[in-house]
């Protein structure tokens, strides 16, 4: 395998981004690597893969692990999954960058074919998909989000037994407080009753105190008659649900709505939608990438290109920075990409501020990336990103034909 260097980028151009998935030796991956997540100084990132040579004592199969960007280290997030056997899925890493949360079938005094959500913070290891008595979840408990210290963990289960208000009958969204003990349901009805529709892909602010989530419920806020999914979003402090997916006016957005993030103090969501009555520049039935700024109840269109024209074709994955000024997401778009465009989705970083939108899935040949591009994550303050990528043109020497992790810093604007 080859070991990868890579040198500074000069001070007058973009730089392009460098391969993360790799062992201590700086050993490329000899198979995929995917779905990362990244702290909030863009130092320390979690992500899954099936290599076996980025460690030693890896057992066969899917890995998650911890890379250290700063001491180019590499370990397992959570050892125990070295049992035979074991599943584990969804990881993402607190703000912090201390705590891990995963997905998992192997846990502390269990093992279950039901997946439950394990934190790992140290040597610590602790089961956070129980009630109030302690008792784990009789269901999957699955995609974990974590506030920034780890004290708070937002999860999807179907359980019976995890707090009032909702039921086994459709996922539902859970948050539980490391502190207190305590879980409570987020996903409940206006009338107390429980959600009559799955509700899935909680976020959780830095702070803790906002959940986000989409949900096909219909009960859970007045009004909501347009027979698709919406976002909507937890405030802890209030115990009250408010959509997030609707337009300046208020109106309910007329097409499904998915896929939210959250910025650090809960007042910035973005999020998917193919709603056109959103904004006027996004009517062409493809999802879009939009911003609800719970502060001032507004609804602006972010899948755009730094002259404002909307993407022609659908982008997906959003991923708000905790400061609120960044959106990052993917989008095979031409208009985005100018005459570079190869057809291929690309990751693009998208400043409210100044309306400037940039390639960041960018080779060291300065043109866009020659395979595909999924998973953004964006630091706090939207400057450094980690992203998947089967591109081989990112970095030069990438002779794994698969699917790797990267890393990028990114100017940042002080406008």
Do not use: W
Not at 281 to 296: C, I, P, T
Not at 365 to 378: T, V
Request: net charge negative.
């Amino acid at each position: 395998m080859v070991a990868i260097s890579v040198s500074a980028a000069p001070a007058n151009r973009q730089p392009s981004p460098s391969l993360l998935s790799l062992g201590d030796d700086g050993r490329q991956g000899n198979a995929f690597s995917v779905r990362p997540e990244i702290s909030a100084d863009g130092q320390v990132v979690a992500f899954i893969s099936m290599a076996s040579n980025l460690v030693t004592d890896a057992r066969p199969g899917l890995n998650i692990y911890v890379r250290d960007v700063g001491l180019e280290t590499t370990r397992l997030a959570y050892r125990d999954a070295g049992a035979i056997g074991a599943v584990d899925t969804d990881p993402t890493i607190s703000g912090n960058g201390k705590v891990v949360a995963l997905a998992s079938t192997v846990g502390i005094g269990f093992h279950t074919s039901a997946r439950q959500i394990v934190l790992v913070e140290g040597d610590e290891r602790d089961v956070v998909s129980r009630n109030d008595d302690g008792d784990v979840s009789t269901g999957q408990s699955v995609t974990p989000s974590l506030s920034f210290n780890g004290r708070r963990v937002a999860f999807v289960a179907v359980a019976e037994n995890l707090a009032p208000g909702c039921s086994e009958r459709f996922s539902a969204i859970y948050l539980r407080d490391r502190a207190t003990g305590t879980t409570r349901c987020l996903s409940v009805g206006k009338d107390g009753q429980p959600a009559d529709g799955a509700s899935l892909q909680p976020v959780i602010s830095a702070d803790g105190m906002f959940v986000a989530f989409r949900s096909a419920a219909t009960n859970l806020v007045a009004g909501d008659t347009n027979g698709v999914d919406d976002v909507f979003v937890y405030s802890v402090g209030e115990a009250t649900l408010r959509r997030v997916s609707v337009g300046a006016d208020g109106a309910q957005a007329e097409g499904e709505s998915s896929d939210p993030s959250i910025s650090g103090d809960g007042t910035n969501i973005a999020f998917l939608s193919r709603a056109g009555n959103l904004d006027r520049r996004a009517m062409n039935g493809e999802y879009a990438v939009f911003v609800r700024d719970l502060s001032n109840s507004t609804t602006r269109l972010a899948s755009v290109s730094s002259k404002g024209k909307a993407a022609e074709t659908f982008s997906g994955q959003p991923r708000i920075s905790a400061d609120g000024r960044y959106v990052a997401f993917l989008s095979p778009s031409s208009v985005l990409a100018g005459k570079r465009s190869n057809g291929k989705r690309q990751i693009y970083r998208h400043d409210l501020s100044t309306g400037d939108t940039i390639l960041v899935s960018r080779g060291h040949d300065a043109l866009p990336g020659n395979g595909n591009s999924f998973q953004p994550a964006i630091s706090a303050n939207g400057q450094m990103m980690a992203f998947r990528s089967a591109a081989s043109n990112l970095v030069k020497e990438d002779t794994n034909l698969t699917d790797d992790v990267f890393h990028i810093t990114l100017p940042v604007s002080d406008r």
